[in-house]
């Protein structure tokens, strides 16, 4: 292990990570990306191996910190001051640690039945949210549109906690032309349609989730071809606005996992 202590933001190593965490450009030219904490360094280090670099702060590690330094002892070590250490991280409150790493590629299945379409997500911690919640009801694949914040962003792979690194997340398409190529439904969430509760979800389905304000565009919604909505209390004086992206999502891809577990066990 070789270990620096950078105290320059002039440093050519420490310019290339403040690029990795505020480029999307640079990380997919570079095939890098940052990650913060140690959950999150220990998912990747499970699923994919050991990382290029360690980031450190000045001062007292955590135990957690320390202790996952002591497993990653062959792994190259960078300590930079606090101030410096806190440009990269995309959280105020780290954990005290962060890790350069190669950009994972997990192939995405031969045979697809449960997907995510996400067009124009412009929050990486909404997104990040969004990703994990699909990852733990089951999704195969997760689709994202041109005009989404990038997956792999240190602030997404926050909110992902490890989501990413066990779901494979297609960017860059065309969501129309998706939905379209799609061999099952596909369901969009809006204020008009049938309740989701009454929707045959147990078949092979594709969940298209919009952007926080405007939601999905006209063209997408003509592309679907399910329209539901979700149930709520004063539903007269509460728009479905009042459901987040993320909470939304996470309560149509559940129910799909209810049925399609049920249907199974059937």
Request: charged content about 15%.
């Amino acid at each position: 292990m070789a270990f620096k202590h950078i105290t320059s933001r002039d440093n050519p190593v420490y310019k290339h990570l403040r690029k990795l965490a505020d480029n999307a450009r640079e990380r997919k030219k570079s095939g890098l990306t940052l990650l913060e904490g140690v959950h999150l360094i220990e998912a990747y280090w499970q699923a994919c191996g050991e990382p290029q670099l360690l980031i450190i702060p000045e001062g007292k590690s955590s135990a957690e910190a320390s202790a996952l330094m002591q497993q990653l002892v062959d792994v190259d070590t960078m300590m930079v001051p606090t101030l410096m250490f806190a440009d990269l991280a995309p959280v105020a409150s780290s954990s005290g640690i962060m890790a350069m790493v190669e950009t994972p590629e997990l192939a995405v299945p031969t045979a697809v039945d449960f997907a995510l379409l996400v067009e124009e997500i412009q929050d990486p911690g909404n997104l990040g949210s969004i990703l994990r919640t699909a990852a733990a009801a089951g999704v195969q694949v997760a689709y994202l549109s041109k005009g989404c914040t990038d997956a792999w962003s240190p602030k997404a792979l926050r909110g992902g906690q490890g989501a990413q690194l066990i779901l494979p997340v297609v960017e860059g398409v065309d969501a129309v032309e998706i939905a379209r190529q799609f061999a099952g439904q596909t369901l969009a969430l809006t204020m008009e349609g049938a309740s989701l509760y009454a929707q045959n979800l147990s078949q092979p389905v594709m969940l298209a989730v919009g952007n926080e304000g405007a939601g999905l565009s006209p063209a997408l919604q003509a592309a679907v071809s399910l329209l539901a909505t979700i149930p709520m209390a004063h539903h007269d004086t509460l728009a479905l606005e009042s459901l987040n992206a993320a909470a939304a999502t996470a309560i149509a891809l559940f129910e799909c996992r209810r049925q399609r577990t049920a249907a199974c066990s059937a």
